[in-house]
């Protein structure tokens, strides 16, 4: 049983277009991030949800676009993609607050050419 | 030996050897460590945590040492496997402001046969 499952693994799309990845967790956690991971590895974050509410928002284009139907679901939409949003994003989700470790998705590989 | 620079810095160790995995992290206020495992196409894996008010915890064949005073955090790996060959993280958060966990540069361990 996946605990963060995020779709598509892999993501090849020509630059302009619109993409969305969607990420479930089904821990019962309250929060949950985007990250995206350049090619040297460096893991930043880009969103924090907590019960489907936006908390972290980091300064990110905003032709992102994090969705959170429910506390189990946060979809990442990409408007206008360009090249430099190629990456592998990954989906995490932890418990709320208090500090507690995150569990992350396999990653969705975004080549976009 | 090791290696830092423009790459993703690079530890290589004989497998049998004790491992050790240095990060310096950037806020005194951070109360709350964790180290990560990242394999070649998967997400981070939570290894071992630790919080502010300790300065050393043991898992299995792992060890994190917290340094407040430098702010500095190490992860030791006892007689270490070839399966140990990763990218490993530290990550800190802090209650303080906005609570998020980030991740340092990485370091990518190869352990050779």
């Known amino acids: 049983d996946t605990a963060v499952s995020q779709t598509p693994k892999y993501l090849v799309t020509q630059m302009g277009n619109d993409k969305s990845i969607k990420c479930e967790q089904n821990l019962g956690h309250d929060t949950m991030y985007w990250y995206k991971q350049d090619s040297k590895k460096f893991l930043k974050i880009m969103f924090s949800?907590?019960?489907?509410?936006?908390?972290i928002n980091e300064t990110v284009p905003n032709r992102f676009s994090p969705k959170s139907p429910d506390k189990a679901h946060l979809n990442l939409h990409i408007n206008s993609l360009e090249l430099g949003d190629s990456a592998v994003y990954f989906c995490?989700?932890?418990?709320?607050?208090?500090?507690?470790?995150?569990?992350f998705g396999q990653g969705t590989r975004l080549t976009v050419v | 030996g090791e290696s830092v620079g423009l790459h993703l810095p690079t530890l290589s160790v004989q497998e049998g050897d004790n491992s050790i995995i240095n990060c310096a992290y950037s806020?005194?206020?951070?109360?709350?460590f964790i180290w990560y495992k990242q394999e070649s196409g998967k997400g981070p894996q939570f290894i071992i945590d630790i919080r502010s008010n300790m300065d050393k915890r043991q898992g299995q064949r792992v060890t994190v040492l917290l340094n407040k005073t430098v702010k500095h955090l190490s992860l030791q790996i006892a007689a270490t496997q070839p399966g140990d060959s990763a990218v490993y993280f530290c990550?800190?958060?802090?209650?303080?402001?906005?609570?998020?966990?980030?991740f340092g540069k990485g370091m990518k361990l190869t352990v050779n046969p």
């Open positions: 990550a800190e958060f802090s209650q303080g402001g906005s609570e998020k966990l980030v």
């Open positions: 949800y907590n019960n489907k509410e936006l908390i």
């Open positions: 806020n005194s206020a951070s109360d709350y």
């Open positions: 995490a989700s932890s418990t709320a607050g208090a500090g507690t470790e995150a569990f």
